[in-house]
């Protein structure tokens, strides 16, 4: 068998950590930034900050062109120091207008820089343990998803600086920088296609998977943003978010090398299929968890901090058999020189939903409040679930018998 843990591949997932690290260190503080250094809002806050997801969905269809026409290290390169070099803006915004168009355009090389760094991820893979060194490869999404909220929140309740933050995002997205500077890929020639056409841009096979994929994606849109302050109003928790977000990326990490066979026997329907409804359930646990103490003769908080945190292990261990084999699905359906539009499309069905997600939870929130955008977060996710099975399994399992894997 071919060896999976070659350097290369060590080092383009290092370097993926890096990024969601500094992704993730500043995105469940950031709802509090505005907050308290702008005053912002409820719906100005979930304004502000889907425009980063925009912009980022903005971008998606052309990097997915871009890393299948020209040298892909190059573009790599690119794009990784043009998101580190946005942490700095940060620093600058003295704003709320000024903040604003920084954290909006941050959107383009994040958008551009996930899609290259997973295609070449694929590139340094071996073909025989694809599946499953993809399934792997979101480790260091949820290892970073697991530390940087953690750290992030440490961080602000001992210093209370949020430029901190900011300086450990920079620094962290430039180390990230670095280590793909140091992958080595084949000097494979590159193409430019005289000819454009919409399947450049969007994989069209896989539209369905796309689609659905927005409903999932909608959900830890409002989870992740909202999760925070959804906590400190409505169950008082001040400060368990970080330990919140560190058991979520328990749950994926225990899924991803759960998972690993089924992702290696290509039983990918089945592993989606059992991810959503573990998610379905934990999202369920966290919107009845204010009500669970109503279970007993007496008040028990015990009963809801066990269904909160209880929640995130289920959700965590949900996404992580869903999106790995999701993205296997939309890889199966694509030619090799099509790798990186795959990518771009499964990530634009993320980013539309997790768009949608973070401005309809901002809305929903300033004028029903937090528990009610967390109830539409259940039924958006049953909504995706009966789709999946109902529709998107049988649309994959015919399409792919009549498109040969590349």
């Known amino acids: 068998m071919e060896r999976l843990w070659n350097s290369n591949y060590m080092k383009v997932m290092t370097a993926n950590f890096s990024l969601f690290f500094a992704f993730y260190v500043l995105s469940p503080l950031l709802p509090l930034y505005l907050s308290e250094t702008f005053h912002a809002t409820k719906d100005v806050i979930g304004l502000i900050l889907s425009g980063y997801t925009i912009t980022t969905l903005l971008v998606r269809p052309f990097s997915g062109y871009i890393v299948d026409t020209f040298n892909r290290k190059t573009v790599l390169m690119v794009c990784f120091a043009a998101f580190s070099i946005f942490f700095a803006g940060y620093l600058g915004a003295s704003t709320l207008l000024l903040f604003t168009i920084v954290r ?12 290259a760094n997973s295609t070449v991820a694929i590139d340094v893979l071996p073909a025989s343990r694809r599946n499953e060194g993809i399934g792997y490869y979101g480790l260091s999404n949820n290892l970073a ?69 927005v409903f999932f994606g909608f959900c830890f849109g409002v989870l992740s943003n909202y999760l925070a302050i959804y906590s400190k109003e409505q169950l008082g928790f001040t400060g368990g978010t970080g330990t919140y977000f560190l058991l979520c990326s328990v749950g994926l990490i225990l899924s991803r090398l759960q998972g690993s066979k089924s992702l290696r026997q290509g039983r990918l329907t089945h592993h989606a299929g059992i991810g959503m409804l573990i998610s379905l359930v934990g999202y369920t646990i966290f919107i009845l968890a204010p009500t669970l103490d109503n279970l007993t003769p007496t008040s028990s908080p015990l009963l809801i901090t066990v269904g909160y945190y209880g929640s995130a292990l289920l959700i965590g261990l949900g996404n992580g058999h869903l999106w790995p084999a999701f993205q296997n699905m939309m890889i199966t359906m694509a030619h090799h020189n099509e790798r990186g539009t795959a990518n771009s499309t499964i990530l634009i069905s993320w980013d539309i939903g997790m768009g949608l997600g973070i401005l309809a939870g901002g809305i929903i929130a300033e004028h029903l409040g937090y528990a009610a955008a967390f109830w539409c977060v259940a039924i ?22 009549t498109f040969p894997p590349f």
Do not use: C
């Open 104 to 115: 909006t355009l941050h959107g383009g090389p994040f958008g551009a820089l996930t899609v």
């Open 145 to 213: 998803m697991a530390i940087a909220p953690t750290v992030g929140i440490f961080l602000y309740h001992q210093t209370h600086s949020f430029e901190l933050l900011f300086w450990v995002a920079f620094i962290v997205a430039t180390a990230g920088l670095l280590v793909d500077a140091t992958v080595k890929l084949n000097n494979k020639p590159y193409t430019i296609h005289s000819k454009l056409s919409l399947d450049r841009f969007f994989l069209l096979r896989g539209w369905l998977l796309a689609v659905n994929m």
């Open 380 to 401: 958006v996710n049953a909504v995706g679930v009966a789709l999946f099975f109902n529709r998107t399994s049988r649309f994959y399992t015919i399409s792919n018998s």
